[in-house]
């Protein structure tokens, strides 16, 4: 079941080499380059603010980092009559806490940057998958952006109205504050939700900088004309850094934030965190055979998994455990061998054999009856040393809750009994689901078996 809407925040934007516009408060525009000697500060600042950014962007590799989402959400405790996006956002900016948390989860991804797009991929996978991050983010709210697209688009010619707004002293330090706006006839956002397919509207946001270096620090960029019954605001707040990449430095997003409003009151946070972050020079591939002359030993390890029936069950255990607090979907999993497994009279499965996969769902509902999802799916099998890809499918998998069926409502336990079997719908491609009707964290070991089969 998809617990939020799925949001997209923005296309890919194409970086402009036309000459910026001025802020509104400042002198007539100038050219990065030339400032004229009569320019004000704030003028100076933001020419060389906007040519630092653009030439970052030209300059830039293709380079690759690893993101860790974690999406929450959560029901605020709105008061009034929520009649409308006006009331609803009113009524949300008149308190504090985000209220009762509902929902959350966490993705560990690998993101590829490069000339035109952005591709992702479950960390540590042989190859980046797909531009589109829902493809791997099967629920909750979604969004990219966080790179090239905001900067290109707000430091090219997208952006007009700009305005200096002074110093103003954040969490970051004392910096100086500007805010933009990007018309609908120049704006690239789009956004999708259940109702409402890529439907491109204009935004408006914020931009802080360091006055002495014209380093960009804090972007902010909010939309609010929806068309969608959906949603009612959006908020993506990017903080960058400036590391080594290849042969230079380059500013790269460190912490990026989207806050997003719905019409109902609920409200989703995602925090990305950006690490290990490296030029990116071709596709990422794995060898199972690394060996350039692999033993006889390796060599018939290798026939004798490609030769596995199909159908042929085995049982296995998680180690080393995956737990809760600090595991992701796209994290690996080891499976191991409970017992060998014979097809007529032959060992086909060896007990020392380790099955090798992926978590692709680890989703906490915590409204109504508690519970954990947990999609898993095994797609290798290792012998000796030596790893080949095999296609499993589950035999056991659903609700592993001890208790009778408990209910998925959000209050008071109302709601539709969890199936004992999830649906298709819930399954990531390949994958078992598991549900544990829990509120603590949750923890993968030896005590936790399931079972597979060959396909």
């Not at 806050?259 to 609920?266: M, S």
Request: charged residues 25%.
């Amino acid at each position: 079941m998809k617990f939020v809407l799925p949001l997209c925040a923005l296309l890919v934007l194409c970086l402009s080499a036309q000459t910026p516009p001025a802020p509104a408060s400042t002198a007539p525009a100038q050219t990065p380059t030339a400032p004229a000697k009569d320019a004000t500060p704030a003028q100076v600042l933001f020419n060389r603010l906007r040519e630092r950014v653009r030439k970052d962007l030209m300059r830039a590799p293709r380079y690759t980092c690893v993101e860790t989402v974690t999406r929450r959400q959560y029901r605020p405790q709105l008061a009034g009559k929520l009649t409308g996006c006006a009331a609803v956002v009113a009524s949300r900016k008149a308190i504090s806490s985000p209220g009762d948390l509902l929902w959350h989860d966490r993705l560990r991804l690998d993101v590829a940057v490069g000339d035109k797009a952005e591709m992702f991929s479950w960390a540590g996978a042989r190859s980046f998958e797909t531009n589109n991050l829902e493809d791997l983010a099967l629920s909750g709210s979604s969004g990219s952006g966080e790179f090239s697209s905001f900067l290109a688009s707000v430091f090219g010619d997208s952006a007009e109205q700009f305005r200096y707004n002074g110093e103003e002293k954040i969490d970051l330090g004392m910096l100086a504050k500007y805010e933009f706006k990007v018309p609908l006839a120049k704006s690239h956002y789009a956004y999708k939700t259940r109702s409402a397919k890529g439907i491109v509207i204009p935004y408006a946001g914020f931009f802080y900088a360091v006055p002495a270096t014209a380093e960009l620090k804090r972007l902010i960029v909010e939309a609010t004309e929806f068309q969608s019954e959906d949603v009612c605001h959006v908020t993506d707040t990017m903080d960058y850094t400036r590391i080594k990449v290849g042969a230079g430095d380059f500013m790269v997003p460190a912490v990026s934030t989207m806050d997003v409003l719905f019409r109902v009151g609920e409200e989703s946070v995602n925090e990305t965190r950006y690490s290990n972050c490296h030029e990116f020079t071709g596709e990422s591939s794995i060898r199972y055979d690394v060996d350039e002359e692999p033993s006889s030993a390796a060599n018939a390890a290798k026939e004798e998994l490609k030769k596995l029936p199909p159908k042929t069950h085995v049982r296995v255990y998680v180690d080393p455990p995956i737990n809760t607090k600090t595991a992701a979907a796209g994290d690996p999993i080891t499976g191991v061998v409970e017992r060998e497994v014979k097809d007529k009279g032959k060992v086909v499965i060896r007990q020392t054999d380790r099955l090798h996969g992926r978590i692709l769902r680890m989703e906490q509902f915590l409204g109504g009856a508690p519970r954990w999802v947990v999609a898993i799916r095994f797609d290798a099998v290792e012998r000796d040393g030596v790893e080949i890809p095999v296609a499993f499918k589950p035999v056991d998998d659903g609700d592993r809750t001890p208790q009778e069926p408990r209910t998925m409502g959000r209050r008071g336990g109302s709601g539709s009994p969890i199936p004992t079997r999830p649906s298709s719908a819930d399954r990531p491609a390949g994958s078992g689901l598991f549900v544990f009707g829990q509120a603590v964290e949750l923890v993968l070991d030896r005590k936790f078996h399931s079972e597979w089969e060959t396909k």
